[in-house]
């Protein structure tokens, strides 16, 4: 335990972990509310949209209501109009939501089955590994971030579809208005701050671990770990 080597599958696993923590933050941040809640405040939407702060919260409302993959129907706005290809590019959303919902429970699986043979193994050393592999997106994303947010937005945009949907007229959309560019900065650093907060969790059990099974190892010289 006290000197281990870095495997492939130490880094697979890495990834592994790293995804059930971005899928994770994805599925907790969508759902977390008082995130945009507390952007109405603070990015004073109601005087850029133009709309009560509680006309802006019941739409909005009405948008995570429908993102989720237990909801039935169409999207429909308590008071905003919305063009087809505005309903469209929800729809489409939605489906990239309803993945991440999917990915998080099958990473979470993947996670306790791993989680569980390496402990019949008294193999640890994965957690450090996973720990660092996981700083990586993170890393990398938050760089971009930092650099220049509006080329990321549209670059992550340009990824994930493959038309101009997400390109709203505010007079044909105005759901735009009440949407921010800084409020979607603020999800991303959020699951940002999931995945290294999931990193950091690995390192420390893992040095628990160490030093908990080192002790034994000094105790127990004959023990094989």
Do not use: Q
């Amino acid at each position: 335990m006290n000197k281990f080597k870095i495997k492939i599958s130490d880094i697979l696993i890495g990834v592994i972990f790293t995804l059930f923590f971005l899928s994770i933050g994805v599925v907790f941040t969508i759902n977390f509310r008082p995130l945009y809640y507390m952007d109405v405040e603070a990015l004073d939407i109601p005087a850029s949209s133009g709309y009560s702060k509680d006309e802006i919260i019941a739409n909005y409302d009405a948008l995570i209501d429908y993102s989720s993959p237990f909801f039935k129907g169409n999207l429909s706005f308590p008071t905003l109009e919305s063009s087809p290809s505005g309903i469209k590019h929800f729809e489409e959303v939605k489906d990239i939501f309803i993945f991440f919902y999917g990915l998080s429970v099958f990473s979470f699986l993947s996670v306790i089955i791993i989680i569980i043979y390496k402990s019949k193994k008294r193999d640890f050393g994965y957690l450090a590994v996973s720990s660092i592999t996981a700083i990586v997106l993170p890393l990398v994303t938050g760089l971009s971030l930092a650099i220049d947010f509006d080329t990321a937005f549209v670059v992550f945009h340009k990824i994930f579809f493959n038309n101009d949907y997400w390109l709203f007229d505010p007079r044909t959309d105005p759901v735009i208005n009440i949407l921010p560019s800084k409020f979607f900065l603020h999800c991303a650093l959020m699951i940002i701050g999931f995945i290294l907060l999931g990193s950091l969790t690995l390192y420390i059990i893992y040095k628990r671990l160490k030093r908990r099974i080192s002790i034994k190892y000094r105790k127990n010289p004959g023990l094989n770990l």
